[in-house]
């Protein structure tokens, strides 16, 4: 081999290194990713399109679940959302937007479940299938929406959201089958963060109080549509009053400080098990006194009661362990 050959071989050589080189460096370069994803059920109004409204604007890209074509075609028109058609009541709707989140690409982040119907009324002249729509949308609901869109949450270690109530721990009378159906969702709430701790998904329960929603005048709608009355009930009075007062809730407090919650609960490093948002001093003091009630109850009169400094010291154990 002459010397021509020899650095002709050796230009080749250093050709083919920075080739490679280069190859490597952008191979490791970082792509532009794109704003994490997130699941939204029940975004027309309320607490879901606050929601909706503020994840989009801060960057985030928001699959903003509907049923109606109207609402649809509204939340189409906001930047970073696309709407699903999405009844959570209903598998094919689910099972479709599954393939559509997954055909788009984004992967998904987070999932709030957050479609929502309330049902008043006396528990002992209810019919049962008021208690199974109740339960059907509050329970069974984000039941199945968490397990159908579990690969794809498991996928990228996010978030699951629920959207509960503070009657998740208060309990009120007429208003028996929406609070029976918040309890079941706190306890799903908490089951479901300690069974998926192992695959980095991490489970939180949102707690709102008060705020201006729409579950009220849905309520009043559904009972018209189905000729129900509180005429004849042995708490006609009460259920009269009661239909007026929850479907008049458009001059309550706006959700967005519900919105907030959502927000760090799904973005924070290290977000709360359960966040309580609440509009007023009053309503924190009905859900900690209830909870505190209970715990008092549990406790009195039986064979392993603690006294009072053992309670204050389990309170303070609580309090450091946050």
């Known amino acids: 081999m002459n010397v021509l050959q020899v650095q002709f071989k050796c230009f080749m050589s250093l050709i083919l290194c920075l080739i490679i080189s280069a190859s490597s460096v952008l191979a490791n370069a970082a792509p532009g990713k794109s704003p994490p994803a997130v699941l939204v059920t029940g975004a ?48 094919d709707d689910i099972d479709k937007a599954v393939v559509k989140i997954t055909l788009a690409g984004r992967g998904l982040y987070g999932v709030v479940n957050n479609a929502g119907v309330g049902v008043v009324g006396s528990l002992v002249e209810l019919e049962e299938k008021d208690l199974d729509f109740q339960f059907d949308v509050n329970v ?7 397990k159908a869109f579990f690969p794809l949450l498991r996928e990228s270690k996010g978030r699951v959201v629920n959207i509960s109530s503070i009657s998740g721990i208060l309990s009120s009378p007429l208003l028996g089958p929406y609070t029976m159906s918040k309890h079941a969702l706190e306890a799903y709430t908490d089951s479901l963060a300690g069974e998926l701790l192992q695959t980095g998904i991490i489970v939180v329960a949102i707690e709102p109080g008060n705020y201006a929603s729409k579950i009220g005048e849905s309520a009043r ?26 479907a008049d809730r458009d001059d309550m407090a706006d959700p967005i400080a519900v919105a907030r919650a959502v927000e760090h609960a799904l973005f924070s490093e290290n977000p709360k098990a359960r966040y309580m948002v609440v509009p007023n001093q009053e309503e924190a003091a009905w ?29 303070d154990q609580a309090l450091q362990d946050l």
């Open 44 to 91: 027309s109004s309320g607490i879901g399109l606050r929601t909706t409204e503020l994840l989009a604007a801060q960057g985030y890209f928001v699959y903003a679940g509907a049923r109606k074509q109207k609402d649809l075609d509204t939340l189409n028109a906001m930047k970073n959302v696309e709407a699903v058609r999405l009844d959570v009541t209903i598998q």
């Open 221 to 246: 709608k559904r009972a018209m549509d189905l000729g129900q009355s509180p005429k004849g009930s042995m708490h006609e009075k009460e259920l009269t009053e009661m239909m007026g007062q929850i």
């Open 140 to 146: 069974y609901g984000p039941f199945r929406i968490t």
């Open 287 to 315: 859900t900690i006194g209830k909870a505190m009630q209970e715990m008092v109850q549990l406790n009195h009169d039986q064979p392993y009661s603690y006294d009072r400094d053992a309670l204050v010291k389990i309170l």
